[in-house]
């Protein structure tokens, strides 16, 4: 976790509410440590949120590419 900490590069993390691989609260571990790092959660989406919901996980992508 220290590493993560030394990062300085726009980081999206992004989840499902169902992940059983990298669940929210994971997610919530990392961002704490990544100096603002956005998180996005997919409510109802398991681990492969881009398989499962395409449209809500390449808007969120996008969205933050565009802002970087």
């Given amino acids: 976790f ?3 900490e030394g ?3 726009p980081t999206l993390l992004l989840t499902g509410g169902a ?3 990298t669940p929210p609260a994971a997610l919530r571990l990392f961002a704490a440590r ?3 790092a956005q998180s996005v959660l997919l409510p ?3 681990h492969s949120a881009y398989w499962e919901q ?3 996980f390449n808007r969120a992508v996008l ?4 802002r970087h």
């Fill in 34 to 36: 990544i100096p603002g």
């Fill in 7 to 9: 990062l300085k590069v």
């Fill in 44 to 46: 109802d989406v398991g």
């Fill in 54 to 56: 395409p449209e809500a």
């Fill in 2 to 4: 220290a590493m993560l």
């Fill in 63 to 66: 969205e933050f590419v565009r």
């Fill in 19 to 21: 992940d059983m691989y």
